[in-house]
């Protein structure tokens, strides 16, 4: 036994006996009273008792409740924690330890938090226990022939913060908030470069684009397809499974990480093999598909699985307390956050967060050549605090740790690794369409379509994508109800659907994209109504006489080709927006109308048509506005003086830095390639992670 276990053991013997003390209902002496000697070696035999317990028969327990939602399970590991406690007291001599199924769960909890932050902080500062693991993980996979000698080369670890803007990064290392990410910088040893977002400034789009080469044909975060009658949703598996299927059938390749990759907590896979928390994947089905395996391998430490728990609850309760502030203060702007939101972000800003980490360090410790991770937690609480906020701040320190955790264990992995850390967009402030002008996108295109306005419009869901990672854990990966956006019984009434402060109109009885022309035959309002409305910013629509045209305020006109000489409406939207809706108007699954809101370039400020005081998706300030933060060992994103635009162009960014660190990446045929999920990922040292929480 090392002398950290020895010391773990130790801590545990101390904290059961003051437990003892302070617990009414928990003994470690018979009813006549026994000395101090013959009391401490109880709690020191029951100490021990209870960690063979855990080492042997927990991870049996957690493997046996696998197919248990991952959330239900978060909160069961207490009460398996104290029956495992309880078993332990009843293997001590003589009966002397005694407590009654409520206590036992408390001290069960209890003790497994002490042991994980002094096992934690015990590895973390020391190496030999880290060589010592490595060298058993070394041999571990010797036996199972995957490797011979550890690997030369270096591997490369991406980990996306996912919604944190090019600014925003840039602000919190220039306030100490993010001291990690300040501490690259300013030892020269990384380079902060900025890049482009396409039209479509959201996860779905970015992170496909990254991962596969390939985001043509996503207009938005969620569309309508004419010819398959269905919703297309990014975060929705199905739909994530479709478009990763796309994508690799157009470029033939399989994806970022089909060399020895692991991809983690993402929504499509990059091609690797290994793969935890995927939604592309949790759409399978099948004894073969164990989408929750991540959520599996990391509770199988009873410690994370209590210290999870216990941070989860603090998270909760944290964003109460925030919330209610915001509210008495009559913050502006502000969305409503009650109902189950405390609870999605606890699990986007903790479980999500430490179980990713945990399966990164895992990769790490097993040498994998490549790994793409994505940690949503600041773009979740962007979205209902504002991206500026100091909710968000707090959670951007809380992420640096992350960083810093990683970098740390980095330093003891059998080979070398090159941490990339980027974004797939930013956010831009504002409040939202509805607040401002009292009626939401839909209502508005209904209004112009001389149809009745609900006199209570329905909001839109916010589309953040820890809601789909909590469905997933929940055993329910449904992004939404599909039924809520079929076409109803009146086909000619219209899909208007939201993505930020991105709008689409489709008309589903029409199996083409609609002409501006048969737009104003059949609805003569509905153009003009949306274009000369103050919260528009443009439309982007089909002529017959001119090809695709931007409609703007005043009856502005403009054909895509003439965008250049005149931007029009496009003027306050940058450089890039001309190309970006070029592209888009290329895409065959491009709405009827696509709608765009204002956008203040004073102020950064847009308009969205979704709950959100936080949102991308569409055109507009830092919403498109990502990072490619890199080691320098890496050549140049892009020559000096040039822009890196788009998530495609990203891609192949991140695929040379992987052929100049391993050789070249072989792409695999489309057909070979079927990702599997993993299980297997070494959990154990994340014990000092986030001790904030």
């Known amino acids: ?30 009813d006549n009273g026994d000395s101090a000697t013959r009391i401490g070696v109880t709690a020191a035999l029951g100490a021990g008792a209870f960690a063979v317990l855990s080492v042997l028969v927990w991870p049996l327990l957690v493997r046996a409740l696998l197919l248990v939602p991952a959330l239900v399970l978060g909160l069961v590991v207490f009460f398996l924690n104290g029956g495992l406690l309880l078993f332990a007291l009843a293997l001590v001599p003589d009966g002397r330890g005694e407590a009654n199924p409520e206590t036992a769960v408390v001290v069960a909890a209890v003790m497994s938090a002490v042991a994980s932050a002094t096992g934690g902080a015990l590895a973390v500062r020391d190496d030999d226990a880290y060589r010592r693991r490595l060298y058993r993980l070394a041999d571990r996979r010797r036996r199972r022939g995957r490797a011979g000698a550890g690997p030369t080369t270096p591997g490369t670890v991406f980990l996306q913060l996912d919604g944190v803007g090019h600014d925003v990064l840039r602000d919190a290392v220039d306030q100490d908030v993010m001291p990690t990410v300040g501490a690259w910088l300013g030892a020269g040893t990384h380079r902060l ?111 994370n699985a209590v210290r999870t728990a216990l941070s989860f609850v603090a998270e909760a309760g944290r964003e109460i307390g925030q919330s209610t502030r915001a509210r008495l203060t009559r913050q502006r702007p502000r969305v409503g956050r009650g109902g189950l939101y405390p609870f999605i972000r606890a699990f986007a800003t903790v479980v999500e967060r430490d179980v990713v980490v945990a399966a990164v360090i895992g990769d790490m410790l097993a040498g994998r050549s490549s790994v793409y ?43 070398r690794y090159r941490i990339v850390v980027l974004s797939d967009h930013g956010q831009s402030p504002g409040e939202t369409f509805r607040a401002r002008y009292g009626l939401g996108l839909q209502d508005l295109v209904r209004a112009g379509c001389g149809l009745p306005v609900p006199r209570r419009a329905q909001r839109t869901h916010s589309g953040a994508e820890a809601r789909a990672a909590v469905r997933a854990a929940l055993g329910r990966p449904v992004e939404e109800g599909t039924e809520k956006h079929r076409p109803s019984s009146r086909r000619s009434e219209p899909i208007v659907l939201a993505s930020g402060n991105l709008g689409l109109v489709s008309f ?49 006109e403009i054909p895509l080709a003439d965008l250049d000489d005149r931007p029009g409406p496009l003027a306050d939207f940058g450089a890039h927006a001309a190309d970006a809706v070029r592209r888009t108007d290329s895409f065959p699954h491009t709405a009827d109308i696509m709608v765009n809101s204002w956008y203040d370039p004073a102020e950064g400020e847009v308009l969205a048509f979704e709950e959100q005081i936080g949102s991308h998706g569409g055109l507009g300030g830092a919403q498109g506005h990502a990072f490619l933060l890199a080691p320098k060992v890496f050549s140049p994103p892009v020559a000096e003086g040039a822009e890196l635009v788009g998530a495609q162009q990203v891609h192949h960014v991140l695929r040379r830095w992987l052929r100049e660190g391993s050789g070249p990446q072989v792409p695999l045929d489309k057909s070979r390639h079927e990702p599997a999920p993993d299980a297997s990922f070494t959990v154990a040292t994340v014990t000092s992670h986030d001790k904030s929480a």
């Open 1 to 30: 036994m090392c002398w950290r276990s020895i010391a773990v053991w130790a801590v545990s013997t101390v904290t059961m006996l003051v437990l003892a003390g302070i617990l009414p209902d928990f003994k470690l002496q018979s």
């Open 193 to 303: 470069t900025p890049w482009r977002t396409d039209w479509s400034s959201q996860t779905g789009a970015s992170q496909l684009g990254i991962l596969h080469g390939s985001n043509y044909d996503v207009p938005a975060f969620r569309w309508y397809e004419k010819d398959t009658r269905e919703v297309q949703v990014s975060n929705r598996p199905t739909s994530a499974a479709e478009l990763q299927r796309r994508a690799i059938e157009h470029t033939g390749d399989g994806g970022l990480l089909t060399l020895d990759g692991a991809s983690r907590g993402n929504l499509f896979s990059g091609g690797a093999e290994q793969v935890a928390l995927v939604l592309s994947v949790a759409a399978r089905r099948g004894k073969e598909n164990r989408s929750r395996a991540g959520y599996f391998a990391y509770f199988s430490d009873p410690a």
């Open 373 to 415: 991770a994505d940690l949503v937690a600041y773009d979740e609480v962007a979205h209902h605090s504002g991206p500026v906020s100091r909710d968000a701040e707090k959670v951007l320190a809380r992420l640096d740790r992350s960083l810093a955790l990683i970098a740390k264990v980095a330093e003891h992995a059998p080979r």
């Open 508 to 556: 589903p009885d029409v199996p083409h994209r609609m002409s501006k022309e048969e737009i104003d035959a059949r609805h003569p309002a509905l153009l003009t109504t949306l274009a000369n409305h103050p919260g528009i910013g443009f439309l982007l629509v089909r002529s017959e006489e001119h090809g695709a045209v931007v409609l703007g305020a005043r009856g502005a």
